[in-house]
């Protein structure tokens, strides 16, 4: 049996394929370079969850039906305001407020799955806003969701471009196969378990750095460096100590992670337009040092630049703080993983793996008499 499952075939899914050799990321039939920039959130929701892109006509309605559903209820409003004045880590009040969603609702797959897709931007910002003392940003059904995601922490409706940013983000990171998370909640939803309850587990595996990622120190590497005549010396100090370089390296990609080309044309798009422009520059020449000394150091081995080297640039540009990273993960990630449940639910069985004991065998009931 192959550690942690790698390469054991869990479940068979029309959602995402994830091909780490070429180096392609496929969403439903679509290559993540052609529909990630172009699509809106909600048609790449709609996808998942339809098999197929909507009309003009049912993409008016689903956008309707999400935006309807973007009001909290009062108990997920008040654990939220409970979190935030308890000065909780974001991670964690998301994978509370979600858990309350299903409060006072009867159990609809569907209906739990649109609502907890819906309802994520506002617990992040309501949450965000109130542990910094500020008051809740008024939910706004004429905005994108991506615009809502931005409005939400801000408390303004963003630009377009900011807008386009950030949404190309979500459909970047909207399904990546059967990671942990997902295998979370497909796991959680096999037994007959509410969608609910599946998304509130894969919030939760999403919380292990293991898993969530580390786009932050990506950017600190870059704030470090802070002028391009330093890039050489501090990444050849950190291979010296034997350090990993954060933002290159992918466990599955052999090539380049492709949505790595995505966020960083988006990225490109962005900062040609808005925020720091000298701070895209310096990223740009890290990335082509840490690359060009990789090479160096471990001919035998092909190390690119991954999702989080661009993640953190973009959403640093788009002024999103760095301990809202994970979470703002999770508000693309969440119609994945509502998507893999309502697949698991509709074709799949329970998962129910087998395990090998390694421990001993023939101990003896025998307790020694006390004198």
């Avoid at 192959?2 to 899914?13: P, Y």
């Avoid at 159990?107 to 739990?112: C, F, L, Y």
């Amino acid at each position: 049996m192959a550690d942690g499952l790698e390469g054991v075939v869990a479940a068979a899914t029309r959602l995402s394929d994830v091909d780490g050799e070429r180096g392609r990321l496929t969403i439903a039939g679509h290559a993540v370079e052609e529909l990630a920039p172009n699509a809106a959130f909600e048609e790449v929701v709609y996808l998942l969850l339809n098999g197929r892109l909507p009309r003009e006509d049912e993409h008016r309605r689903f956008s309707a039906d999400l935006a309807d559903r973007r009001a909290l209820p009062s108990a997920t409003l008040g654990a939220v305001r409970d979190a935030a004045a308890a000065g909780a880590r974001p991670m964690d009040a998301l994978r509370m407020a979600v858990a309350t969603l299903g409060l006072g609702r009867a159990e609809d797959p569907v209906d739990d799955a649109l609502t907890a897709i819906a309802a994520t931007p506002a617990i992040v910002g309501t949450f965000w806003r109130g542990r910094r003392g500020e008051d809740a940003a008024p939910v706004r059904r004429d905005l994108s969701h991506a615009a809502h995601v931005l409005q939400q922490l801000f408390a303004e409706a963003p630009s377009a471009e900011r807008a386009r940013g950030l949404e190309t983000y979500l459909n970047t990171v909207v399904d990546h196969g059967m990671n942990a998370s997902t295998f979370a909640a497909r796991v959680i939803v096999s037994t007959r378990s509410d969608v609910i309850s599946a998304i509130t587990g894969a919030v939760g595996a999403l919380k292990g750095p293991l898993h969530g990622g580390a786009p932050g120190p990506a950017l600190e590497m870059v704030f470090e460096i802070d002028r391009p005549e330093r890039a050489e010396a501090v990444i050849r100090a950190r291979l010296d100590r034997g350090e990993r370089l954060m933002g290159f390296g992918h466990r599955v990609y052999r090539v380049r992670d492709p949505r790595a080309e995505v966020l960083a044309r988006a990225a490109e798009r962005f900062y040609a337009n808005d925020g720091d422009r000298r701070l895209y520059d310096l990223a740009r020449h890290v990335e082509a040092t840490a690359l060009r000394l990789l090479r160096e150091r471990k001919p035998d081995r092909s190390i690119q630049t991954n999702v989080e080297f661009y993640t953190a640039l973009l959403l640093h540009g788009l002024g999103i703080p760095t301990d809202l990273f994970t979470p703002i993960f999770a508000a693309g990630r969440v119609a994945g993983w509502a998507a893999h449940c309502l697949e698991q639910l509709r074709d799949g069985r329970l998962i129910r793996p087998q395990s090998r004991y390694v421990g001993p065998t023939g101990l003896s009931l025998t307790r020694p008499v006390c004198p």
